[in-house]
């Protein structure tokens, strides 16, 4: 039995609350150092670099849920480790307002949490997908559900930015809270009982398994594989090179409140979404 496209879809909403949790972090907060606490922009620009350098470990997220036989446990474990380092790098910024050393300490351990939240849930998000999904399907279940992921950032931008008005820490701590609760209640609802009819079977105590690393060896000395794997690298490094920029330089140049570039944020990434859908459409030919 393979994935239905309802079953795409309630997988689709897991990427989507990645989005929502990452989004503020990546933007808002970047923000919030940049401009409300004058700090020097490498800074988070270090600490969403740093981010992004744990999730090189998603490999090995995927290789333990291979072997452990179900994915639903690391989807609904990474989502709560993202969203506990959201709610981290948050009170990181608070802290930071008073103390420099201690709030950068903490921001520190709240990005780490937040790679290894998105590496272990996303990455056994997409293992699960694709072996669960008819190959026919793969395709357009792949632009699914990254298409949710980017509506999932582009809504919650645009709802956090209308509630963040006016700006206070008190009130910036409840709706990453809020929002870290709340994407882990959809991705319990969203997989909730899909993984039973597609578990697949754990190998034979005598077959003796093949170690991480050899396993990456042989798949990485695969000339497609090598090659799609940096043209994603590529791809995903022009994609997110705006991220530190556009809400500092909307805050320094044009004078918005961390509420206005949050929503401006949000504008960006719908028009991102549409320029994706409409791309994704016409690739497609509609036939799926």
């Known amino acids: 039995m393979t994935l239905s496209w309802i079953s795409i879809v309630r997988l689709g909403l897991v990427q989507a609350a990645l989005g929502a949790i990452v989004v503020l972090t990546t933007s808002t907060l970047n923000r919030l150092m940049v401009v409300e606490l004058a700090l020097p922009a490498v800074l988070p620009g270090c600490l969403v670099a740093f981010h992004y350098a744990v999730q090189i470990t998603r490999p090995n997220w995927g290789f333990r849920s291979d072997r452990g036989g179900r994915r639903t446990p690391w989807i609904v474990g990474g989502v709560a480790v993202l969203g506990a380092g959201g709610v981290g790098a948050a009170l990181g910024v608070i802290l930071m307002e008073v103390d420099v050393t201690a709030g950068l300490v903490v921001s520190v351990l709240a990005y780490a949490l937040i790679g290894l939240g998105v590496g272990a849930s996303g990455t056994s998000l997409l293992a699960l997908l694709a072996t669960a999904t008819e190959p026919r399907r793969r395709a357009a279940a792949a632009m699914i559900t990254w298409l949710m992921m980017i509506a999932g950032i582009a809504i919650t931008a645009g709802v ?7 700006y206070s ?3 910036l701590m409840r709706i990453v809270v809020c929002v870290a609760v709340g994407a882990l ?7 909730w009982g899909i993984e039973k009819p597609h578990e697949h079977p754990v190998a034979a105590s005598h077959d003796r398994p093949v170690p991480f690393r050899q396993g990456l060896a042989e798949i990485w000395a695969e000339p497609p594989a090598r090659n799609f794997t940096i043209f994603v690298f590529l791809s995903m490094t022009a994609y997110f090179m705006q991220e530190l920029i556009l809400e500092p330089y909307a805050g320094l140049v044009f004078g918005f409140t961390p509420g ?5 944020s949000g504008a960006q990434n719908g028009g991102v979404f549409i320029g994706m859908l409409l791309v994704g459409v016409s690739a497609s030919g509609l036939r799926l």
């Open 160 to 166: 956090v930015g209308m509630l963040l008005e006016p």
């Open 169 to 171: 820490p008190a009130l």
């Open 185 to 191: 209640l959809v991705t319990m609802v969203a997989v």
């Open 260 to 264: 206005q570039s949050t929503t401006l």
